[in-house]
């Protein structure tokens, strides 16, 4: 399938000379996905709702300050590469071209609605991410501001003084927040200042209760219900509901999952490629299968490598974290390190994943081993 059918030609955009006031009152009103942004009628990049919320530049900035490079796609692209490219920039939106004439856009949104028949072939148990970040109801909203940029996430379980789920707090609250208009302040409005924004409780803004699936549901199912609710990810919790908060599942990893292929070479995706310099993507597959093979009876059906710009530098090379996560026929194994620059912190990443993969492959060893013992035990 391609996405000549699914590729919509109605967007927004704006000049990269355009004030950063005007964008955040279009997304306050328009609520779009993206903002693509020309630059003397040429295409430059676009602006997403997480440009806005991990900074603090002023109204009067411009665009060009947020704009976030997104590679052109051709309309008549398979949908499985266009969800790998729009996973690996890190947008839900991309401009789609026909030939050398800007058609529209695609969006996240439009290709998980074509396939979402084709869906319930998987359960969520086999595509939500596990390693969970969560934050406390009583927690104010600045701690709350820097882990979503800590781990460059876009959503928050919020849990109460039980550790059980409460609620969820997303980026789009924050955004929503942030950019009210004078207009909509009242007298009990506790907008004020920043820093008393950002020591108000999220017990303030979190959305309760936060919606939820079990882990042995269709993705369809699930899928279908964020286009009902109109979100962008579920908390999965245990089949009984209890409140504890065993992961997340968003519709980027959804669409992730739209990218596994059945080949015998792994499929590999990087997200946020463009921070990568001396590394290039056939390196970080021999690394990662040269790890995998030291235990041959695990199989790998899927790597996700996660790079993560933070603001601190040496020599000017920034401080990356890397996350890696293998989807094998013995569960999820994952390994994370930082570095300054993609390549250190990748291997420093691989190291971890490749104790964790000899972690369990020496697990299993011992317990053949007892299991062995135990029946020589018996015969005696």
Do not use: W
């Not at 704006?14 to 009103?29: A, N, P, Y």
């Not at 908060?245 to 739209?258: Q, S, Y």
């Amino acid at each position: 399938m391609d996405i000549a059918d699914i590729a919509t030609p109605d967007f927004i955009e704006v000049d990269v000379d355009e004030r950063l006031g005007k964008v955040r009152s279009i997304f306050e009103r328009e609520n779009p996905k993206a903002i693509i942004v020309q630059n003397d009628g040429e295409y430059a990049g676009v602006i997403g709702e997480k440009q806005l919320i991990n900074s603090h530049v002023e109204d009067n900035t411009k665009a060009a300050a947020l704009t976030q490079a997104v590679p052109k796609i051709d309309r008549h692209e398979d949908v499985r590469e266009v969800a790998r490219m729009l996973v690996e920039g890190n947008t839900k939106v991309a401009p789609v071209y026909e030939g050398e004439k800007q058609y529209g856009i695609i969006t996240q949104d439009a290709i998980l609605e074509a396939v979402l028949d084709n869906l319930d072939a998987l359960t969520v148990e086999q595509i939500y991410t596990d390693d969970v970040v969560t934050i406390g109801e009583r927690d104010h909203l600045g701690q709350a501001i820097n882990r979503l940029r800590e781990h460059g996430i876009s959503r928050l379980p919020v849990v109460d003084s039980e550790n059980r789920l409460a609620g969820i707090l997303t980026t789009y609250d924050l955004v929503e927040f942030m950019v009210r208009d004078e207009g909509r302040q009242g007298k009990q409005d506790r907008r004020g200042d920043t820093d008393r924004m950002l020591d108000l409780p999220v017990y303030d803004l979190m959305t309760s209760p936060a919606r939820t699936a079990s882990p042995g549901e269709s993705v369809r199912d699930a899928v279908a219900r964020m286009f009902e609710d109109n979100i962008a990810g579920l908390v999965v919790t245990p089949e009984d509901d209890d409140g504890e908060v065993l992961g997340v599942m968003t519709k980027t990893d959804v669409l992730r999952a739209l990218t596994y292929t059945e080949e015998e070479q792994m499929d590999v995706q990087v997200t946020n490629i463009g921070l990568l310099e001396t590394l290039t993507r056939s390196t970080i597959v021999s690394a990662i299968t040269e790890v995998a093979d030291k235990y041959q009876r695990m199989n790998v059906h899927h790597a996700h490598v996660r790079f993560h710009e933070h603001k601190e530098k040496l020599r000017g090379t920034p401080l990356i974290q890397c996350q890696i996560r293998l989807r094998t026929s013995h569960g999820q194994l994952a390994g994370s390190g930082e570095g300054y620059g993609a390549e250190h912190a990748f291997h420093v990443a691989l190291d971890k994943l490749e104790r964790n993969v000899l972690e369990v492959k020496g697990f299993e060893a011992d317990e053949r081993y007892r299991g062995q013992l135990l029946r020589k035990l018996n015969e005696l």
